[in-house]
């Protein structure tokens, strides 16, 4: 199946000054959301995006890497790219991620995880002026016979991973008890919500952006440092980054390989839909355990 087309034109080595400030960038993640030191993000941010700044121009005036040429005009520098991947970054870091159902933090997650999304588009769009960020819904066309039958495999492992992992190690504990049918719309509704901006903000944005200067495997797992970072504060924890990090890689090559937000925000809810039945088997006592092979807590 062939390259996006904005990628496809492009010149990205494996070695290069870019890889630098993008992983200070990166590695904000993990200083935001799992270490919960957000000074030490700001600092890493700042050192990324001047790093980018004062690489990009020396790298222009020795004659080293040039952006290449897409799109019929020149291609941004990784200032660019990197900017709008720590302006998401500092908006999500803005509030707690822990899992919470009542109206104001279901209200400041919207806010938060949707401008996250909206800023980065807007600035690409409309001040930068190209289409960085694209949420191609459809792709590649129709479904294969594969890719229906990994939609089938994500139920099956997800069946038979997720309530040994959230049961065994405590980590459903992370979310907050759902016991009545209010409370479990909510989390109905949250868990499929979050699902769907991680791929909206990790694949379609930060993968996105980051493709545009590294190869495919660099850009992924650049990519994953992020989305693994934000779901250890989301509540997976413990032995969690075993399942998360696999996750995430998997979810960066798909849509690489699919070009369809459609489907990877599918396989995102299937797994989530077991999350959920997951979370609510723990926190109800009897209530599902004839579904899953982990009884109750």
């Known amino acids: 199946m062939p390259a996006l087309p904005e990628v496809a034109t492009l ?4 070695l290069s000054y870019k890889l630098a400030p993008a992983i200070l960038v990166c590695l904000a993640a993990p200083a935001f959301f799992v270490l919960l030191l957000p000074w030490l993000g700001w600092v890493l941010l700042a050192a990324g995006l001047v790093s980018a700044f004062l690489l990009e121009r020396r790298a222009l005036q020795v004659g080293g890497e040039e952006p290449a040429a897409f799109e019929g005009r020149r291609a941004p520098g990784i200032l660019r790219d990197l900017s709008l991947i720590a302006a ?10 822990e899992a919470e159902l009542d109206n104001i933090a279901m209200l400041r997650f919207t806010v938060a995880l949707g401008g996250a999304v909206l800023v980065p588009y807007l600035i690409s769009r409309f001040v930068y002026r190209d289409y960085a960020i ?23 492992l997800g069946w038979l991973i997720l309530p040994f992992y959230f049961i065994t190690s405590g980590v459903y504990q ?8 209010d409370l479990i719309a909510r989390l109905f509704v949250g868990v499929g919500a979050v699902g769907i901006w991680d791929e909206l903000f990790f694949i379609c944005t930060c993968f996105a952006l980051l493709r ?23 509540g997976y924890r413990a032995w969690g980054p075993v399942l998360t990090i696999p996750f995430a890689l998997l979810q960066g090559y798909i849509f690489m390989r699919t070009r369809s937000l459609a489907y990877v925000v599918t396989v995102h809810l299937l797994f989530d839909a077991v999350v959920f039945a997951v979370l609510v ?3 109800n006592p009897g209530l599902l355990d004839g579904l899953f092979f982990v009884p109750s807590p």
């Not at 992370?174 to 009545?180: A, F, I």
């Not at 545009?212 to 989301?234: G, K, M, T, Y």
């Open 281 to 283: 088997h723990a926190h």
């Open 11 to 14: 010149h990205r080595p494996a």
């Open 88 to 97: 998401g970054m500092l908006i999500v870091s803005a509030i707690p991620l």
């Open 174 to 181: 992370n979310w907050p008890v759902v016991d009545t049918p």
């Open 134 to 156: 694209r949420f191609p819904w459809r792709g590649g066309g129709r479904w294969s016979a594969l890719q229906w039958g990994w939609l089938v495999g994500v139920l099956v």
């Open 212 to 234: 545009r200067h590294f190869p495919d495997v660099q850009a992924n797992v650049l990519q994953a440092i992020i989305f693994v970072s934000f779901l250890w504060e989301l």
